[in-house]
């Protein structure tokens, strides 16, 4: 079974055109998947100047 590949990057702050017919604004300010991505989150957090974080993970993640 051939993957599928997409470009995160581009849902990152920007206007998407939508197979509805809209534009929506996705709001994502940094994708970091990665090995090693929760210790990074710290900064992450501190670098976007946020103060309150809503994490959802899974077991894999
Ligand atoms: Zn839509």
Known sequence: MKGTTIDLGSYIDRD???SCG???F???KLI???QGALTRLP???R???YH???LV???NT
Do not use: Q, R
């Open 16 to 18: 998407i055109c939508c």
């Open 22 to 24: 809209h534009t929506h």
């Open 26 to 28: 996705s709001g994502v």
């Open 32 to 34: 970091d998947i990665d």
């Open 43 to 45: 900064g992450h957090i």
């Open 47 to 49: 670098d976007l100047g």
């Open 52 to 54: 309150k974080v809503f």
């Open 57 to 59: 993970a899974d077991i």
